[in-house]
């Protein structure tokens, strides 16, 4: 068995949050170590051009954009390695992180940075036409459809809130709903049907999606299964997915308060969590926001307090006992 690596500061993730997290860290003298995850680059990678990240006056390339941060952070000192951390032990410091290969990291902090998975109806055309058409991000790319046909997929507030804001840009908004109600608040509800140009599809289904150089519409049934079940093409420019995000917090429940969709809890706004030299950055503490701005920003404070926390904390051999795991876990 390989000997036991120890570092300084580990960061886990490499969207936004996690590279942001290794530039400051490194500048701190920290010397971090961080794992891009099983999506390199993040959620970012998987969409094209980015026109909301300051800095970038005519956009940039998605993939580009996390290329320019990986290479920022590594010129300043960052171990940036592939491969994911598949196992955590919070339950002491020096903490203990597990890799793919078996690899374990005793790491005196540590920076979670895993982010956030959008849910998908798992349609093999959503991968077709993923960054031509497809998104799972109105405020991250409603821009592209002004004065155009688009529709969103959900029932919930975040559908509503997602169809409300494309409401704002685009000329007309479908909403696709499986049930024949909306699931959100009533006050949400109130403002989609007060507001002109979105028309809910309650009872509806979406079967495919078809389009030459990208989505030009989708195949939708309502009332599938029914006796007067419709099939029928619902020509639109973009499609919007709102079903929801899981994150990537399944390896520290254990160890982590979290929310009940699995968001990690962090203390007062900061990116502290309840066990000490553990922080959370990005989208896996962020249900509101979820914008690469906003994870950014998270992954520069979680590594200030790392380095706050190295500063200022005793050493492992004096630090009070750990808090024991949940029950039943």
């Not at 939708?220 to 419709?230: I, L, P």
């Not at 979680?302 to 904390?313: N, P, V």
Request: proline share 6%.
């Amino acid at each position: 068995m390989e000997p036991r690596e120890h570092v300084r500061c580990l960061i886990i993730g490499s969207g936004p949050a996690g590279y942001t997290a290794a530039i400051y860290a490194s500048r701190a003298n920290l010397a971090p170590v961080e794992y891009c995850g099983m999506l390199t680059g993040g959620q970012l990678t998987q969409t094209t051009v980015v026109e909301n990240f300051p800095g970038y006056p005519d956009g940039v390339d998605g993939n580009q954009m996390m290329m320019d941060l990986r290479q920022q952070a590594e010129r300043l000192g960052a171990d940036i390695r592939d491969g994911e951390i598949v196992k955590a032990d919070l339950s002491q410091a020096p903490y203990v992180l597990t890799t793919d290969r078996g690899v374990e990291i005793a790491a005196d902090t540590v920076i979670i940075a895993t982010g956030a998975s959008a849910k998908y109806l798992g349609l093999d055309d959503e991968k077709k036409y993923m960054g031509q058409g497809v998104s799972a991000c109105a405020t991250c790319d409603g821009f592209f459809y002004r004065r155009r046909t688009v529709a969103v997929v959900g029932g919930g507030d975040t559908a509503c809130e997602e169809a409300l804001y494309l409401a704002g840009l685009a000329k007309k908004v479908y909403m696709i709903v499986r049930k024949p109600f909306l699931r959100a608040s009533k006050a949400m509800q109130q403002r989609v049907f007060d507001t002109a140009n979105i028309e809910v599809l309650f009872e509806h289904n979406t079967l495919g999606l078809y389009g030459e150089n990208g989505v030009e519409g989708a195949h939708v049934v309502r009332r599938k299964g029914e006796a007067d079940e419709e099939r029928y093409d619902l020509p639109i420019d973009g499609f919007f997915l709102a079903i929801g995000h899981k994150p990537n917090s399944d390896i520290f429940k254990e160890w982590l308060d979290t929310d009940e969709t699995g968001y990690i809890k962090t203390i007062d706004g900061t990116p502290c969590t309840k066990v000490p030299g553990v922080f959370a950055a990005g989208d896996v503490a962020d249900p509101v926001y979820r914008q690469a701005i906003t994870a950014a920003a998270s992954g520069c404070k979680a590594a200030i307090e790392a380095d706050r926390y190295l500063r200022t904390s005793p050493s492992p051999s004096e630090a009070p006992p750990p808090t024991p795991p949940k029950e039943g876990r």
